[in-house]
């Protein structure tokens, strides 16, 4: 007995029979929800999914785990957002991280932000989304690894996805998490690309040091480090200790014609110089990625029939500080919430989604006044090194996505 696959009839089984083959309907595997995607959005939305009950099935065209470039800092909202995540800490993360340093754009002057409760953690995303898959097939989601979909069809009643390997799976609904190269993006019409300006360019590079060797430099305890507007670039330099790493980078909206390694050599030289890296800390090989910071805001709509986007696919990356994780993990986390109110009702309508996740991530993602407010913008950037309070404030925007309010005031003068 041999299965094979129809594109024209779906999956039969064949059996050998006396007068020839005879061919008998195989079911093909149906379950509530399809996740292209099992990065932190991807998971996030399995794992909600699966708590209430609904069926969950998750492809990843890696095999966990997997590099993936980022800086790889996780602000406390994400556990307070998603409180079962406390328990898998010690496989989610690395270390804590306590407020955040502003350099200038010469790593001259600077401005701290300190508190004494952990701001968030730093770990590697080969470690983090591991570990959030894992939770997801803890609570009942099926992963599907090392493959990819070759080809998607939607029809009024499910969505049907024709994996790498020959698999066929059919759902109710789609949800694209598969990165900002998203094929559901572009199978669905959503999106084609994104286009240059929407981008930030990052390079980025975990550096193995001791762990006895970053305690004796950095402390038992220290901030993220950053270079606001390094050397002019529209973003910043990084630098941030882990346990066994030291993770260096920079990202920003950069031209054409600029030199985005030459800038990176130079971002090092310079840590080193003012001893904000050890003297024998060695960049070998950066990794360069490109992420949509603030893209989401460009979108219409991230829905369409039985599919949304969510994480990177839609653009959830906040424009000012190009951190995506938690976003995309809240992303996730709403995508999850409106689909399950469709099953729940026996709706295909997901619209609600557009409405739902600018309530709760509208501000968090918004970029830095640009065009002819660049130069104040700029001009309040260069307060921070000027006065504690500012630098306290900018502290709480840079790492909560927090607005510009009293109660930010507030929380700057009592951490």
């Known amino acids: 007995m041999v299965a094979i696959y129809s594109h024209l009839h779906g999956p039969r089984t064949i059996h050998q029979g006396q007068r020839g083959f005879i061919y008998t309907a195989v079911p093909v595997p149906t379950v509530d929800v399809l996740i292209v995607g099992a990065g932190p959005s991807g998971s996030i939305a399995a794992t909600t999914l699966a708590n209430a009950g609904h069926s969950v099935a998750v492809i990843d065209k890696a095999v966990f785990p997997r590099h993936k470039t980022c800086a790889s800092w996780i602000n406390a909202l994400a556990f307070s957002r998603f409180p079962y995540l406390q328990a898998e800490l010690p496989n989610l993360v690395d270390c804590p991280f306590h407020g955040i340093r502003f350099y200038d754009q010469s790593i001259s002057r600077q401005g701290t932000y300190n508190e004494r409760k952990p701001s968030g953690y730093l770990t590697l995303r080969s470690r983090f989304d591991h570990g959030l898959a894992k939770v997801a097939v803890k609570a009942g989601a099926t992963l599907h690894q090392g493959v990819h979909p070759v080809r998607i069809d939607e029809d009024k009643d ?8 020959g698999t066929i799976l059919t759902a109710r609904f789609l949800l694209g998490a598969d990165g900002s190269n998203s094929q559901v993006a572009r199978w669905s019409g959503l999106r084609k690309s994104w286009r240059p300006h929407q981008y930030v360019l990052c390079a980025n590079e975990d550096i ?3 762990p006895q060797g970053i305690e004796r430099f950095y402390g038992a305890t220290f901030p993220l480090f950053v270079s606001l507007r390094y050397n002019g670039l529209d973003g910043y330099g990084w630098v941030f200790p882990k346990r066994d790493y030291i993770c260096v980078g920079i990202g920003g909206r950069v031209g054409p014609f600029a030199d985005i390694r030459a800038i990176m050599r130079a971002f090092v030289e310079r840590s080193r110089e003012v001893k904000l890296i050890p003297p024998d800390l060695q960049i070998s090989d950066p990794d360069y990625a490109l992420d949509p910071a603030g893209a989401v805001h460009t979108m219409k709509t991230l829905t369409k029939d039985r599919t949304i986007l969510i994480g990177d696919a839609a653009g959830f990356v906040s424009g000012s500080t190009g951190e995506g994780i938690y976003p995309g993990m809240v992303s996730g986390a709403i995508a999850a919430g409106v689909v399950h109110d469709a099953l729940e009702k026996g709706s295909s309508d997901i619209s609600a989604f557009n409405q739902r996740w600018r309530e709760e991530l509208g501000g968090y993602l918004r970029s830095l006044p640009g065009g002819e407010q ?12 000027r006065s504690r309070l500012v630098s306290a404030v900018a502290g709480r925007i840079f790492l909560y996505g927090e607005p510009l309010s009293f109660g930010t005031l507030l929380k700057s003068l009592y951490p």
Request: net charge positive.
């Open 158 to 165: 499910a969505v049907r996805a024709t994996l790498s390997d």
């Open 208 to 210: 193995p040091y001791s």
């Open 374 to 385: 660049k130069t104040s913008t700029v001009s309040r950037i260069d307060l921070i090194f």
